[in-house]
């Protein structure tokens, strides 16, 4: 399972977390610390797009089959939110 913040407009993510999907459902908050580009910050980005996606082939990049759940999220805002796994890639 693959929880990854990418920007709005589209684009490879910009911080991301692996879980499995044994753990769900469970608490997480993506930090400064998850960003995959060192010297970056989640707040400089404002709005992002927060992804949690239960990879069936163990790979980050969507495959068809796998279920996800996508939702828009402020890091400048900062308060919690619940990401469902709803859907399934075509």
């Known amino acids: 399972l ?3 913040a990418r920007p709005v407009a589209g684009g490879p993510p910009v911080a991301a977390v692996r879980k499995t ?3 769900l459902p469970f608490s997480i908050s993506l930090t400064d610390k998850d960003v995959m580009t060192e010297g970056t910050k989640l707040t400089q980005f404002g709005e992002l797009t927060l992804v949690a996606r239960v990879s069936l ?3 980050p990049q969507a495959s068809s089959g796998d279920l996800f759940g996508e939702l828009r999220y402020d890091f400048k805002n ?3 939110v619940t990401l469902i796994i709803d ?3 075509p």
């Open 57 to 59: 082939s163990g790979r």
């Open 87 to 89: 859907r399934v890639v």
């Open 21 to 23: 999907a044994g753990e």
């Open 2 to 4: 693959f929880v990854l």
């Open 78 to 80: 900062g308060k919690p």
